[in-house]
């Protein structure tokens, strides 16, 4: 079987071999796959799915490029590019069924603009609907599977191996923190989000702004702007506070500051590492950035200089945010 010659065949114009991955990632690492595809529809999405599970090729979705780190290895298969774009609001529901290769920080943009409110604490987040239901992004104690109603899926493996679309709703995402129920399966039986319907609210569009201004206002002061994958580490959340219900139990239980990954990794001197290229940001302990072309590699060393740092000093082996790709 020519793998090759059965993508081209199928994915036609839109299919490219040998594509540099870190001109598609936030970190701006990451050496080169085999084959790269942009999907620009749902359907080119399950299209491009289908293709690669019935030719037996590794495939990898990539939303907005951010929170993951390519290998300088690559990757050895097929990065399937999700630039789906539908949104439809249902303003009677005061509801919202939107692609998950949308933008989020567009969506919430044109959520304004029909004068919907909900997701302003993910303002200025990178990334996509999809990338953010996956890792069940949140901010503020608030988290974008509080908002969330349905997920439709493509199932790799559905009845008779035959992959299938499927709607759940919410509760089967099994969102907690930072986490979903498609992060804890892997390989070819993790399921894919296509699109979610999200429940919003009806407001001023110039109370909404004011709230967008107010969280960007936030990052700015608080965050790095540079070429950076986002947060390294989750926040250690003791397993007492895991399955805590009500506000913030998705986003993030309240815990005192000296608690939060980002303190212990400040008090624990990690601004000052450094490997190559890489380095912690000032600002915020839990970043870091590519400063003059660092490699993957030297990402990767970092991130493990800082979670020892951490372990030694307060004997907590912090979980990583960051999703690692490829071949290491």
Known sequence: MDKAKILKNVLKENLREHEIMRNHTTMRVGGVCDFYYEAKTTDDLVKAVKTAL????????????????????????????????????????????????????????????????????????????????????????????????????????????????VQYEAPWMEFGYRESRLKKISGYQKPIILSARVQLAQNRQEEIMRRLNSFKEKRWQTQPVGQSAGCVFRNPIPKELQNVTGRGSKGMPDLPQERRAGFMLEKAGAKKLRVGSARVSAKHANFILNTNGAKAQEIRQLAEQMRTAV??????????????IGQW
Do not use: C, R, W
């Open 54 to 165: 019935k030719t037996k090729i590794p495939y990898f979705i990539l939303g907005g490029g951010s929170n993951v780190v390519f290998s300088d290895y690559g990757f050895p298969g097929l990065v399937i590019k999700n630039s789906s774009s539908n949104i439809a609001f249902m303003q009677e529901k005061s509801q919202a069924i939107v692609d998950a290769g949308v933008n989020l920080t567009s969506f919430i943009l044109e959520a304004t603009s029909h004068n919907f409110s909900g997701l302003e604490f993910l303002y200025g987040v990178p990334g996509t609907i999809g990338g953010a239901l996956y890792g069940n992004a949140g901010a503020y104690g608030q988290a974008i599977g509080d908002f969330t109603k349905f997920v439709t899926l493509l199932i790799p493996k559905g009845k008779d191996g035959i992959p299938e679309i």
């Open 311 to 324: 372990y030694e000093k307060f004997d907590v082996n912090l979980q990583e945010e960051v999703e690692f």
